[in-house]
C-alpha cells in the first residue's frame, strides 16, 4: 500500500502534501489485525536516478536462488522432525507454517535475542500474533545465512520488518 494518499510520504522533502490526519485516516483504512497476518512489512523508498545507471555490484537472479532454495532445503529437513500437526493434518514444510508450539522449539533465543524481542513487544506494543510471525521471519532470515540459530542481528531484521506496527504514521 501507498503510505500516505498522495504515495509521497517519506520521500522528497515537500513532495509530499498530505496532511498527518489525511495519512492516519488513509492507514487507518487498513485493520490492524488484518496488517497483524502479514508477515513482511517494509517501506520501500524510491529508487534515486544514479542508483538505476550505477553499476554496483549487486547478487544476481542465479545466486539469490540458490540461496533461497538452500534455506527451503534446511527447512525441509528441520521440519520433517516434527509431529503432524494435532489436526491431523500433513507435515509442514516452511518456517511460514510452524506453530506455536513448533516455533518455540525451532526458534530458541539467547538472552540477548530474548531481552531485544521483549523490548521491542513493550515498545512497539506488538501482539502475539505479531511475536510469532516475528521469530518465523527471523528463522528464516537465520536459514538464508545458513545459520543454525537465530541470533540478536537476525531478530532485529524480523523486527525491522514490522514497520505498519509503529506508531510513526500518527
Known sequence: MNPCPCGYFNDTPGRCVCTPPQIQRYVSKVSGPLLDRIDIH??????????????????GSTEIRARVLAARDRQHQRLAQAPAKPTGKAKIFSNAQMTTQQIRTFCELSTDAE?????AMQQQGLSARAHDRILKVARTIADLEAA???????????????????SYWS
Do not use: F, M, N
Open 42 to 59: 517494509i517501506e520501500v523508498p524510491a529508487v534515486q536516478y544514479k542508483e538505476l545507471r550505477g553499476s554496483a555490484a549487486t547478487e
Open 148 to 166: 543454525p540459530d537465530i541470533v540478536v542481528k537476525h531478530l532485529a531484521e524480523a523486527i525491522q520488518y514490522r514497520t505498519l506496527d509503529r
Open 115 to 119: 531481552r531485544l524481542l521483549e523490548r
